[in-house]
């Protein structure tokens, strides 16, 4: 049948799937310069996660290829139009993570307004600094998502369960569905930021979202709630690096127009282990867990090998995410 590439990891039970169908299954990790001499070339089919680029280059070396799957949400690290211009579709697993990303989303903005990671490190240096670190609820505050897709719609519920009131920008998306899930859809980015104290991203990474969270962004959040309460400013990336400036957060966190932050993602992965915004006292962070869990993985495997398949197969298949480029 068909010899696939997996470059980043899949778990044992998708491996086996792909195997019990008749493929030949390669599970090593390939560096650039290998992946820039044609590696893949002698491939059907190539699995990633976000460690391996395939840049146009390296697909243009790759032409054995009849599938380009990302095994999970965001494909920044593919290049679309290139695969489309080869006529190689590229396939994700968009929902596999889902409750996995939204959960952690609750998890870093519980940790945020509580001084949870704050208070670990104060104990762990034998400090009782409780006057210190009296937080603020989240009932009673505006939460602004960018992006009110799959995860986003899931953390809006989660929030409005605990009394927040929710917000959203997503100029893709039809009015109606914000409605419905009871949420005040905003026509800029910029009437978001200057509604809600607590901001959670959830968009891709593009041209059109690249620092889209930036100094003058945070510096519009009001930094006190509806409910009168001066809860500060809070902001929560789980979504992909580059969305948020980084250099401006440490700017915002420095001089107070930012009160907290959170990142899951950086735009430069791993971050060095000197990098500065961890040291900061009010940021606190996750090395990319969003979809890290025992169940995002089986299902994110199980899902990616099924589409690769149906690909292979010629069957439908509704997760290709480069139809407007294939040729």
Sequence with gaps: MAKIAVTDGLSAEAKVLLEKNGHEVVVKFYENSELELGVLNDFD???????????????????????????????????????????????????????????????????????????????????WEKKQLKGSELAGKNLGLVGFGRIAQG??????????????????????IAKNQNTRLHKSVETLFSNCTHISIHCNLTD?????????????????????????????????????????????????SLSTAALDVFEEEPVPADYELCQHPNFHSTPHIGASTIEAQRRVGLDIVNNVMAVLSKKKCDYIVNKSHLK
């Design 208 to 256: 059109e979202t690249h620092h889209l969270v930036n100094y003058d962004m945070i510096s519009k959040m009001p930094g006190k709630s509806n409910d009168g309460i001066q809860c500060g400013n809070h902001v929560i990336n789980c979504a992909r690096g580059g969305i948020v400036n980084e250099d401006d957060v440490l700017k915002a966190l420095n001089d107070g």
């Design 45 to 127: 089919a190539v699995i990633v996660r976000s460690a391996t680029k395939l840049t146009a280059n390296v697909i243009a070396k790759s032409t054995s290829l009849k599938v380009i799957a990302r095994a999970g949400v965001g494909v920044d690290n593919i290049d679309l139009e290139a695969a489309g211009n080869e006529g190689i579709p590229v396939v994700n697993a968009p929902i596999a993570s889902t409750q996995s990303v939204l959960e952690l989303t609750i998890g870093h903005l519980l940790s945020s307004v509580r001084h949870l990671p704050k208070s670990d490190r104060s104990m762990r240096e034998g400090k």
């Design 155 to 176: 953390v809006g519920s989660i929030a409005q369960a605990l009394g927040m009131t929710v917000h959203a920008y997503d100029p893709y998306l039809p009015p109606k």
